[in-house]
């Protein structure tokens, strides 16, 4: 299994209870097509770089997890029919590459050994 790393924005009008529904249902996406759930990252309400679906803010959530493609197919799908999502992305995280969960950091830096 890979290890990914899904962001979705969810419409800044949301209440806590329904962002906490809407984060349920992406997880239980990830459970149900037989992938590992590794965790959420809920950055809250932040000013978006350029207008979505005339919303000028988002809430940003992290989830991470351990699965393949066929997860990312499902979510896909549930994400692009959902209003409540202004936008997502699904990035394949670990050796290949930097996570979004490693920003801010400090201290840790990777050295490439040849």
């Given at each position: 299994?890979?290890?990914?790393?899904?962001?979705?924005?969810?419409?800044?009008?949301?209440?806590?209870?329904?962002?906490?529904?809407?984060?349920?249902?992406?997880?239980?996406?990830?459970?149900e097509?037989?992938?590992?759930?590794?965790?959420?990252?809920?950055?809250?309400?932040?000013?978006?770089?350029?207008?979505?679906?005339?919303?000028?803010?988002?809430?940003?959530?992290?989830?991470?997890?351990?699965?393949?493609?066929?997860?990312?197919?499902a979510?896909?799908?549930?994400?692009?029919?959902?209003?409540?999502?202004?936008?997502?992305?699904?990035?394949?995280?670990?050796?290949?590459?930097?996570?979004?969960?490693?920003?801010?950091?400090?201290?840790?830096?990777?050295?490439?050994?040849?």
């Amino acid at each position: 299994m890979r290890s990914y790393e899904t962001v979705v924005i969810w419409d800044p009008s949301l209440s806590e209870s329904e962002q906490e529904t809407e984060n349920g249902g992406v997880i239980e996406i990830i459970r149900e097509s037989g992938s590992e759930y590794k965790g959420i990252d809920v950055w809250g309400r932040r000013q978006l770089a350029y207008p979505i679906k005339k919303q000028s803010e988002g809430i940003y959530c992290f989830f991470r997890w351990d699965g393949d493609v066929k997860t990312i197919e499902a979510l896909d799908k549930m994400l692009r029919i959902n209003e409540k999502n202004l936008r997502h992305l699904t990035l394949k995280t670990g050796v290949e590459g930097p996570s979004t969960a490693s920003f801010g950091e400090e201290g840790e830096e990777e050295e490439d050994e040849e």
